[in-house]
């Protein structure tokens, strides 16, 4: 190995935020976790949430702010699909209309041809 280009190696201690704390080896003296073996719900088979900085609350109002938009969405689209179904049923009774006056017509003009024959 070359001389002065590798860190010191030299005792660590690991200092987790539940306030267990135990010595390893690293380059560094002492490193500060969030999580350790002690707190972990994997080693401890408890339930613990990590909040780092407010996550948690964020996306627990981010997803309310969603459900409400949601709520909403679903207000309005009730109302048009109304407006709609109104607004189809006009039109399907226009041609409906439409289409009658068109079959009254056939025999009508079937005379006219007649007559403009004769």
Do not use: W
């Not at 079959?103 to 403009?116: A, Y």
């Amino acid at each position: 190995m070359k001389k002065d280009i590798h860190p010191q190696y030299q005792n660590c201690v690991v200092k987790c935020a539940c306030g267990n704390s135990f010595t390893t080896r690293s380059t560094l003296k002492e490193i500060l976790v969030e999580v350790c073996s002690a707190c972990h719900p994997t080693y401890t088979g408890k339930q613990k949430m990590v909040d780092t900085t407010g996550r948690v609350d964020r996306f627990k109002k981010m997803a309310d702010k969603k459900k409400t938009i949601q709520e909403k969405l679903k207000k309005t689209k009730v109302k048009k699909d109304k407006t709609k179904n109104k607004k189809e049923d006009k039109k399907q009774s226009n041609k409906n209309k439409e289409i009658k006056e068109a079959k009254n017509d056939k025999p009508k003009l079937k005379e006219e041809k007649d007559k403009k024959e004769n």
